[in-house]
């Protein structure tokens, strides 16, 4: 036993001084604890919860302008085992699966390697110095299959609490279920370089400060976002991201567009500026100056077959008015990215036969486009549709939306979880060898803005039962996190019925009002 223990601390230290040397540094939790007090934002000696007990976080980002690749190490000397975990990042064609030879519906074997999860498992029972190395060896190599320059972005996702050493209000004003430290350790795992949280109409300038603070002492970028709620016929009318450049540009976007009723309890809520009206103004005020990047969220909005809330869709919304196509059509003039693929959509949800001849047909158009370029009939849903939307719209950018409301803890075995399905990659290209050190959220906005940078979702996708979806071995989740994610499912939806039954119980709506109301919540007319 005696041995066992020298050989895993063997093992820990020589890792340690291989990572390093091979330019992986480790998450200083020490400093990161220091800088947020200095700021007036931490209570005195309450832990961040990033890097937790028995764990040590490396980082290639860290102190670099690579991009990141995140190792994991943790001990357990009382189980006689350290475990070092990491993410595979290729996105080829024979990317890994949890699960690579579905057939039929039933699991087959998974060759070494496939596994998009790596897990290296050292007992203390080999030679320490020699298992680090091999690690390390193996660990370079996935590695290296993620470009330095190709910075992957979580572009759209919703959080719940800050940590609870958080001075201030720890609540985001959003609809979001999860703890931050919980969202940027998955997104680290994931080997995220950005991360934007999207609240609904709000920005918290104190709360992005922490954050910002813990992301660079991670090597990871944090960008001021916002999910605005543009209001149509409905108060919860198409939904907008929005990235900005800095904290004092979201502040400002947070002023011009989310001057909404203080009695709205659903954080989606808005009756401030409608659609054809915002858009133009923050184009002008903030887009122009390079400031904001403007992007549509789930533009084909259908949430489900018999509440599809068609209205939350910047094109879909066309379906239940108040704006015909012209119009819609002329508005994209003012996006800059549109979100592709957003896992809330569902991959097998038939998009039913519309109202609207004319998004009728465009729908028919963009499906039997699609078909023919894959070869293969592929049936109308609400990711097929936005896939094509880009090149349809001529517009330049495109994202990947997790939409991720309920992130899990990273627990070492969290898997099929939205962040496993895709992300947002931003490009620098030749520009990558120009910059000296990483780039700012402002550097990336400003030259998103220029064009100097490019902005595109990657989504592991198959086609399958005519359906074009994330295939099996990306999204199967073992019962550790569907149990987690089902507890936060349930209470979000608990949530949602409290600010549903506090919103009717406080609004004073007319018969017509109390229709666009009840629409809002996808309850038909």
Known sequence: MANVQRNLTTFRKTLANRMRNAGFPSVDNSRMQKRLMEEGLW????????????????????????????????????KNKVTVYYYNPDTGPKAPMRNRHWKNGKKGNVKAGQE???????????????????????????????????????????????????????RFKDDGMSQFEDIMRMNALYARDIISLTSHNSFDRKQFLAMQIIAEEMGMIMMPGMELTAPGNVPNGPHLLLWFS?????????????????????????DDIPLHKVLPLLYNRLSTRGELIIGAAHPFNLHASDHPVFDVGMLSTIETGPYKYNAINALFEYVHAIETWNISMGDTRDIPHLKSRTLQRMVDRLISQLSHKLGKEIKPTSNAVSSTLPTSLTVPFECFGTDDHTTPPMNYVADGVPQARGHTIIDFGNTYSASPDKPTSKDIVQMLHHGLISMRAHVFTEVRKGYLQVPWGRREMNKWTQSLRSELGEKANKNYVRTILRDLATFRYNADEMKNLARSYGWGD
């Open 246 to 270: 800095d904290e004092f540009a979201a502040h400002e976007g947070e002023l011009i567009a989310t001057k909404r009723r203080s009695d709205f309890a659903m954080p989606p809520f808005n």
């Open 116 to 170: 998009y999860l790596i897990r290296k498992v050292y007992k203390g029972t080999s030679d320490p110095t020699a298992a680090a190395e091999q690690i390390l060896k193996d660990m370079l190599h996935y590695a290296s299959l993620k470009s330095d320059s190709k910075y992957r972005m979580e572009s759209h996702i919703h959080c719940g609490w800050m940590p609870k050493g958080y001075k201030h209000n720890r």
């Open 43 to 78: 209570k005195k000696g309450a832990p961040t919860r990033i890097v937790q007990s028995g764990e040590m976080i490396y980082n290639r980002g860290i102190g670099s302008k690579k991009s990141s690749f995140f190792v994991f190490v943790k001990s357990e000397p009382s």
